[in-house]
């Protein structure tokens, strides 16, 4: 699943850097990803976003470059829906900090609950 993501990531990244070759600064496509990572990723960005498109795609696009060199964010559905929440309120500030921060606080939380965190 990791190699998947970073597949996913660099295509994305491909995509992003021609477009903006030839349009200018558009926003990369980010539907590919799971809703958890778009979701960390805009939060991330929410403040950039104010600052305009420029900004805005900017740190988007860091958010990716971090991501790919990353794990990514760790499966957490085979837990029960309580277990999922716990671990989803624990790490809801680092969800504003970015996938990689995300993700890297959920691994955590499964370590601490004897699970080995699987991407």
């Given at each position: ?26 926003l ?7 809703q ?6 805009k939060?991330?960005?929410?403040l950039?976003?104010?600052e ?7 740190c ?22 309580d ?24 691994a ?12």
């Open positions: 699943m990791r190699s998947y993501l970073k597949y996913s990531v660099l295509i994305v990244l491909g995509l992003f850097a021609l477009a903006k070759l030839a349009f200018g600064a558009n990369p496509d980010i539907s590919g990803l799971s958890d990572t778009q979701l960390s990723i939060m991330a960005c929410a950039e976003k104010t305009g498109p420029a900004k805005y795609t900017d988007i696009l860091q958010q990716f470059i971090k991501l790919s060199q990353s794990p990514g964010i760790p499966d957490i559905s085979s837990l029960s829906q277990t999922q929440l716990s671990i989803k309120m624990a790490c809801a500030l680092e969800k504003t900090q970015g996938p990689v921060n995300y993700g890297s606080c959920i955590l939380h499964l370590r601490s609950i004897g699970v080995d965190p699987s991407y």
